[in-house]
């Protein structure tokens, strides 16, 4: 298997671990006499395990090289997705969920270590734009196939599936050949000592918090949408897949654009661009998200456009900060993401604000925080080339 589809693969898996299984969160709200809150549960905490394990695996596949945890957490992964498919309560479906994320952590930010280990400079900048061009693929695909199989088969079968594709990733890690990476060493004292030094790198902590807070919007999307379309606007599961699959269109064009666009204009340029984006967006949900379907996915749309013209400039620009332990970096950088994920799927399924309207301030927090943080860095870059320059 080629690397590159390897790691596509890789990128894939939370998209696939969590947008296949939607269409099935009001069903077993009905099944199981349970809330949305408490459906959701299975998204929230699959998000706050799978965080937590990126930190453990990171620096592990530092200090032991990526294959042996790339193989160890895609057979764990296989094995949850299986347990899930015959979990009897929201309980049992909780736990199964945790060993799944536990894999899937493995899975996921060797994705971002192996980009890094394997290409440089414009050649990785495209390889994550192309990731993002294929991997909405799956939040596309997903949710019609989950819908498809909820009204043909079960929602057990989601699960069976999950696990079952999880089968060619696990080919593709015994396939895989060490990369050549500066490995570490140490126990437990090291691992702090290189978390310690990482979090010290200023501008990486920045960027991570504010690329972390960027997309919580369209997080608080995927843990309402379900509700939104099915139960608010009377969609069926299929449908709901139709436009869900609207909305991860528009990532997949923006992740095509950036990869048109980076070879002709600079990263921070492009950025600002989609950040401005992401504000018209918010504010066209919130103006008028709540009318129709398609008045909310419109709006929503160019979101999710924006979202994907920008993700793999703010993964670039974050990576490019650190040299060394590229393994800890990706696994803190997806830490941030998906636990400020988890925050909003789980307080967006609280009900304490109308849905749309609680997806469009996300957005707009999400636009204008990081324009405002890369005007003062630049702000004072400047001042301190000025201050080198008086010096001289």
Known sequence: MPNLVLIILLAAFPALSTDMYL??????????????????????????????????????????GRKPVLVGGVLLYIVGSFACAASGSITQLVLARMAQATGAAAASFLSLALTKDLYEGLDRQKVLALIGVIVPLCPMLAPMLGGWMLGSLSWRWIFICQGT???AALYGGFRLREPEFE???GGLGAVVSRYRVLLSNRRYVIYTLVFSIMPTGFFAF??????????????????????????????????????????GFESWKILK???????????????????????????MFVVSFFMGLSRPLANHMTLEEVDTDVGAASAVMTFGLFMFA????EVVSLGLMP???FIAALTLVGAVLPMVTLALLGRHERRRARRAEEKE
């Open 342 to 345: 988890a925050v909003a799927m």
């Open 273 to 299: 661009f989609s950040l401005v984006g992401l504000f018209v967006g918010g504010a066209g949900i919130l103006l008028g998200g709540a009318a129709s379907p398609w008045i909310f996915a419109l709006p």
């Open 222 to 263: 995927i843990g309402g949408s379900a509700d939104i379309y099915i139960r608010d606007f009377g969609l069926d599961a299929q449908s709901y897949g139709l436009a869900f699959g609207f909305n991860a269109l528009g990532m997949m064009a923006g992740s095509f654009a950036c990869s048109r666009l980076c070879v």
């Open 165 to 167: 594709c999880a089968l």
């Open 23 to 64: 269409p099935a969160i009001p069903t077993l709200q009905d099944m199981w006499g349970i809330s949305l809150a408490q459906a959701n549960l299975s998204l929230v905490v699959f998000f706050v395990c799978f965080s937590f394990f990126l930190l453990v695996h990171g620096p592990l596949s530092d200090r032991i």
């Open 183 to 185: 490995r570490t060493t």
């Open 355 to 357: 849905k749309p309207e």
